[in-house]
């Protein structure tokens, strides 16, 4: 009798933990469906809002980082919007190596680019506090592809 019992409680802790991982996926599913929907005007105000909390920014910074933060929301909503596109055409092929290059190439000159403008525009005291913030931000990134194998949820 003890057996069975034993084998009952393992079995319900089992299943319990296994449950835990939907929830979270779908809160996190969830929560980057919330932000698609904001439009470009709206995601480079949130972002300039964070970023006014987090390096406490004078109120010119603001102006030219919400600039900024404005163009990069409207080149990444227009790419969303171009995927959304492909997607519901059903042309989803994988893309050649030559295009994989290109896109990378894309995406980190505007990496370079974003950095140097914000250099330009921070003191070295908040320019050093948000590089920081931003390689913590990639090393949950990293984490997340150890955890669960790439996949974007």
């Given amino acids: 009798m003890k057996k ?10 089992l299943h319990a933990t296994g449950q835990e991982g939907g929830k979270n996926r779908g809160f996190k599913q969830e929560s980057g469906k919330r932000m698609a929907d904001f439009s470009a005007e709206e995601m480079a105000s949130l972002q300039t809002k964070k970023m006014t909390l987090h390096l406490d920014l ?7 980082i919400q600039k900024l933060n404005l163009e990069n929301a409207t080149r990444r909503k227009a790419m ?10 059903g042309k ?7 295009e994989r290059l290109e896109m990378m190439n894309t995406r980190l000159d505007n990496q370079i680019a974003r950095k ?3 250099k330009t525009i921070l003191n ?3 320019f050093e506090k948000w590089e920081k913030h931003q390689d913590m ?3 949950k990134g990293k984490n997340h592809k150890k955890r669960f194998g790439g996949k974007r949820q």
């Fill in 80 to 89: 969303m919007e171009a995927r959304k596109a492909k997607k519901a055409s």
């Fill in 58 to 64: 004078t109120a010119s910074q603001q102006t030219k």
């Fill in 92 to 98: 989803t092929e994988k893309l050649s190596k030559e």
């Fill in 137 to 139: 931000n990639r090393k």
């Fill in 4 to 13: 069975i019992v034993i084998i009952a409680v393992a079995f319900l802790a």
């Fill in 116 to 118: 140097a403008e914000l």
């Fill in 124 to 126: 070295p005291g908040q």
